[in-house]
């Protein structure tokens, strides 16, 4: 069974920081792209940042370059999302999922939820 | 920067016909073949129902159907059930936001 667990999300303050991460199980991670998807409160999917199988590439959503990085860990299945300078427009439940190829997210965790708030 | 334009809102009776339009640009949906929709219900994950324009995952009722018509794909729910009520999202390979704008759809 397929399954991608997210976990480290919480509340923080504007402009501190928080370390997502994703652990993966029944499919082969280290052959598979992997991203971040997130959804403020009452709105849209939002892309947010992507890496490539061995972690030479990672592409970001323009709003948290500089901000956020996206990095994997294969020996552990496990994707993370470290998020600095956090905002309040960042609250939102942040999935990961899996990209099958060509922006097909055939696998999705249940999200953990950011709140960005004083 | 491409953005998907979904409309907000569709509705139908049961077993009517109803189709949610995506469209793009010559740079994603009119260039490729790689156009995906997504069915999200409410506090749910959202799941993959069509990929490469047509393509059903296993599972998914072939009530389901998508197509493509230049720079606008579509997505075809046939035989309205009450459990198709959700949002629906496209993804387009060359969209730079990646997700349309999304549409709730409503079972009436």
């Known amino acids: 069974e397929v399954q991608l667990v997210e976990s480290g999300g919480g509340l923080v303050q504007p402009g501190g920081s928080l370390r997502l991460s994703c652990v993966a199980s029944g499919f082969t991670f280290s052959t598979s792209w992997m991203t971040w998807v997130r959804q403020a409160p009452g709105k849209g999917l939002e892309w947010v940042a992507n890496i490539k199988e061995d972690g030479s590439a990672k592409y970001y959503v323009e709003s948290v370059k500089g901000r956020f990085t996206i990095s994997r860990d294969n020996a552990k299945k496990s994707v993370f999302l470290q998020m600095s300078s956090l905002r309040a427009e960042d609250t939102a439940l942040y999935y990961c999922a899996r990209d099958a190829g060509w922006f097909h997210y055939d696998y999705w965790g249940q999200g953990t939820l950011v709140t960005v708030s004083s | 920067q491409s953005a998907l334009t979904q409309p907000p809102s569709a509705s139908g009776s049961p077993g009517q016909s109803v189709t949610i339009s995506c469209t793009g640009t010559?740079?994603?949906?009119?260039?490729?073949?790689?156009v995906s929709w997504y069915q999200q219900h409410p506090g749910k994950a959202p799941k993959v129902i069509i990929y490469?324009?047509?393509k059903r995952p296993s599972g998914v009722p072939d009530r389901f159907s998508g197509s493509k018509s230049g720079n606008t794909a579509s997505l075809t729910v046939s035989g309205l059930q009450a459990e198709d009520e959700a949002d629906y999202y496209c993804?387009?390979?060359?969209?730079?936001?990646?997700f349309g704008t999304g549409t709730k759809l409503t079972v009436l």
């Open positions: 993804t387009s390979f060359g969209a730079t936001n990646v």
């Open positions: 010559s740079s994603d949906v009119g260039a490729y073949n790689y």
């Open positions: 490469e324009v047509t």
